[in-house]
């Protein structure tokens, strides 16, 4: 199957105005569930929304004769903790094809989350608003229990979606930037908050901030603490308690190899030192507030990635050149010239450090599912005649604490990327972006110089697994020169089997148990609608 430059350019090009449309509140007819609205007009609501309509005079004497007015009785208040009035669906869902269809969205790309048991998947998305809704799988029904618009017409307000309790009985979330409702109407800061399945909402912690958005989060529904990276300031929160914890006040705003980096528990957080002449890594430990400096001396630290499990930290380095630092010329090469990767404990122990052969310099590393090992590629960096870094790539490396590097074998390509372990951890998972458009999937081990092709014309979203099987998404041809996906299923025996069919750009395939879900965007026609898909494994 050919896949041709001018359709790759013309995805790419469609792309980035759906990105583009994350601004854009386009309201759309509810479909799906309707249920009933709040009874009352407030801030955040939509217009007309609610019942607006003015109380009926009491009946009274004659004209000629009035009487003193009856006081109106207050009204009954809600119990603490009654079930609120859900919100219109605002999306329909229909069954077709075996596949169930939630949508459509619209501007962003939904976030999906499986309930710790299974049985709910949330969507966070926009439609009319930003909201969070959630199918249940026993009713086969869609909910909508958030729905906020931006009224400052300049992107000022945003939602940040956490995830699901550890109970399954709620979804955490917050209001970033200026707030539309609740007690801190039109003031700039964090509201984390949390929504019931029956649409309660309770405000957890207020962060008072500047004009700036979150740049990342970090949830660990097992402890119930979240992490808040905003501007400069890092706050620890725990959601369920409603303790809040102002960490740092200093961090820096820089991105990609030099950004700020939460271990997967949240107990540690990696960072650039900022001072003067230092250019290590700095380890705070959000528990006691104490700061580790890691990184050798006269060395530039960066690109830190931890182990799953959190107890270890690898990172980059290479020699500084003065107070400045370039990755390449004009700093969009596919790989930094570092001079070594190291790793150490989360307390800032060193444990390993290794220099590729033969000169060669280390990318990024990667790390198996079960913390004890981690794949990197090396190459050669070397100047053009334009004066630019040209990259030779040159093999795949293992390493793991206490032993000497592993070659498993020579690779090739102009651009390449490890993109995980196979299950068992015994075979390294690479990229290969093709020159025509696609990516090859090669599967690098056991042993020294054995690679297996696993899929061609797929697209370079994370793998997932469902056991030991492989789903990827494939580049598809369509009418008039455009481009589709179809996912597909590959067994450990190298059977494929093809899940989808149908127009739509298919991504973010996430698994619960024999549960698939994915977004399918269209590509091809304004506003871009996008459609969550559920449907059970084979």
């Known amino acids: 199957m050919a896949v041709h430059r001018t359709a790759i350019r013309a995805l790419v090009a469609v792309l980035i105005v759906l990105l583009a449309l994350t601004g854009c509140r386009l309201q759309r ?31 009274g004497p004659a004209a000629d004769e009035p009487a003193p007015a009856e006081p109106t009785p207050p009204a009954e208040p809600e119990p603490p903790g009654a079930a ?91 209001v970033d930037g200026v707030q539309a409702a609740g007690p801190h109407l039109g003031e700039r800061g964090v509201a984390v908050k949390k929504v019931r399945l029956d649409g309660v909402e309770e405000e957890i912690a207020w962060l008072p901030g500047g004009p700036e958005l979150i740049r990342s989060q970090h949830f660990n529904p097992a402890t119930g603490w979240l992490l808040i990276h905003r501007g400069q300031d890092l706050w620890r929160v ?23 980096a939460p271990s997967p528990t949240g107990e540690v957080v990696a960072y650039p030192d900022t001072r003067p002449r230092r250019h290590g890594l700095l380890l705070l430990d959000v528990n006691t507030g104490k700061e580790v400096e890691v990184g050798a001396a006269g060395e530039y630290a960066f690109a830190p990635v931890w182990s799953p499990d959190g107890s270890k ?26 001079t070594r990767l190291n790793v150490v404990t989360k307390e800032g122990h060193p444990l390993a450090s290794w220099v590729a052969p033969q000169g060669e310099k280390a990318g990024a590393p990667v790390w198996s599912a079960d913390g004890r090992q981690v794949a990197f590629l090396s190459a050669v960096v070397t100047k053009g005649a334009d004066g630019m870094d040209a990259v030779r790539w040159q093999r795949l490396l293992l390493a793991a ?12 390509g102009e651009w390449l990327a490890v993109a995980g372990f196979v299950p068992g951890g015994r075979q390294v998972l690479v990229y290969r ?25 797929a697209v370079d979203e994370p793998p997932a697994w469902w056991g030991a ?7 598809e041809s369509g009418p008039n020169d455009t481009l589709n996906t179809q996912i597909y299923l590959r067994s450990p025996a190298g059977k494929t089997t093809q899940l989808t069919t149908g127009a739509g750009w298919k991504s973010r395939l996430t698994l619960s148990d024999s549960w698939l879900a994915y977004l399918s965007a269209d590509n091809q026609a304004a506003p871009y609608p996008i459609t969550v898909y559920l449907r059970s494994l084979p």
């Open 238 to 260: 725990n959601v369920e308690s409603g303790q809040k914890v102002h960490l740092k006040d200093n961090l820096p705003t820089w991105d990609g190899l030099f950004g700020v």
């Open 29 to 59: 007819p509810s479909g799906g569930r309707d249920l009933p609205a709040p009874a009352a007009v407030g801030p955040g609501l939509a217009p007309g929304e609610g019942n607006s309509a003015a109380p009926v005079p009491p009946e």
């Open 433 to 457: 972006y093709e020159a025509g458009g696609g990516v090859t999937v090669l599967a690098y081990g056991p042993d020294a110089g054995r690679v297996q092709v696993l899929m061609e014309e």
């Open 313 to 338: 930290l690898s990172f980059l380095s290479a020699q500084a050149r003065g107070e400045t630092y370039d990755f390449q010329i004009g700093e969009d090469g596919p790989l930094p010239p570092a």
């Open 469 to 475: 099987n492989l789903l990827t998404a494939r580049l």
């Open 84 to 174: 609120a009035p859900l919100l219109p669906a605002g999306v329909e869902l229909s069954h077709t094809q075996g596949r169930i269809a939630i949508g459509p969205f619209y501007g962003i790309l939904p976030e999906l989350a499986w309930s710790p048991a299974g049985d709910r998947l949330a969507i966070y998305g926009e439609t009319g608003g930003y909201g969070i809704w959630v199918w249940n799988k026993d009713k086969g029904d869609v909910v909508r229990l958030l729905k906020l618009l931006d009224r400052s017409g300049q992107g000022a307000t945003a939602v940040a979606f956490f995830g699901w309790s550890r109970d399954g009985g709620a979804l955490y979330y917050a």
């Open 401 to 412: 604490p206490g032993e000497a590097l592993r070659d498993l074998g020579a690779v090739h």
